[in-house]
């Protein structure tokens, strides 16, 4: 079964609008983190923002904050004010910390397209 | 700056040749790992390793070998036995015992079989 689930391929958001990009997950262990990546076309992968699964409020960097909902285990990336810049794919992943020795599922990724 | 390297950026390899993938950190980072990465897809892992002389196979090592006999540098050998190995090739590390940080990536190494 897919541990990470991105069911948007492709996205596109109008330039200063904000976007969501959904991401579900599925895991029984009680500790984890979750993660969001960039990857722009030149391929390089940037961490963006990080959410642990006892953290009681939503994670925020910048312009990016993560919609946290642990009953329903989905964590959507919102990025506000959206830049051209933004373009790219965003992959969301997680990492188990008791059943997975600490590394980091991903999922099949968002593309994003950001208009002017 | 600190970082990761990869190289080379891109590589050709000819049926029944063995290739190796060079992966540098110097960010002191304990923990390395090789993902692969297929157009339009998300990364799988090949293997990882937490500490020097130490690696795990990760969910598709089979084709795969890897060494870790410094801190600095892990490098992945695609062998004959891979029989696809057409894709985009990420190194990533991360520090121990600080579970919110995301990895580090590398640029990538693009493997193409001519």
């Known amino acids: 079964a897919q541990k990470i689930t991105q069911t948007q391929p492709g996205m596109f958001v109008q330039e200063k609008e904000a976007v969501t990009l959904d991401c579900t997950y599925d895991?029984?262990?009680?500790?984890?983190?979750l993660f969001w990546y960039k990857q722009p076309s030149s391929g390089e992968m940037i961490f963006l923002i990080y959410?642990?699964?006892?953290?009681?409020q939503n994670a925020t960097e910048g312009r990016y904050s993560l919609n946290f909902q642990k009953a329903r285990k989905s964590a959507n990336l919102v990025i506000s004010a959206s830049q051209l810049g933004d373009s790219a794919m965003y992959f969301c992943?997680?990492?188990?910390?008791?059943?997975?020795?600490?590394?980091?599922?991903f999922g099949d990724g968002t593309t994003l397209t950001v208009k002017p | 700056d600190g970082g990761i390297t990869q190289s080379p950026k891109y590589l050709f390899r000819k049926e029944g040749q063995n290739v190796t993938l060079s992966c540098e950190q110097n960010?002191?980072?304990?923990?390395m790992y090789w993902y692969r990465q297929d157009p339009g897809q998300g990364l799988r892992l090949i293997y990882y390793?937490?500490?020097?002389?130490?690696?795990q196979k990760g969910d598709i090592a089979e084709g795969y070998s890897v060494s870790r006999e410094k801190k600095e540098s892990f490098p992945l050998t695609v062998t004959s036995a891979q029989k696809n190995p057409t894709a985009f090739y990420l190194c990533?590390?991360?520090?121990?015992?600080?579970?919110?940080?995301?990895?580090?990536f590398g640029s990538g190494t693009r493997l193409t079989v001519v």
């Open positions: 895991t029984s262990d009680p500790s984890y983190g």
């Open positions: 959410q642990g699964s006892y953290d009681q």
């Open positions: 990533a590390s991360s520090p121990p015992g600080t579970e919110n940080y995301g990895y580090t």
């Open positions: 960010l002191n980072h304990d923990a």
């Open positions: 992943a997680m990492r188990e910390d008791n059943t997975n020795a600490g590394k980091s599922t």
């Open positions: 390793s937490q500490i020097v002389n130490d690696f």
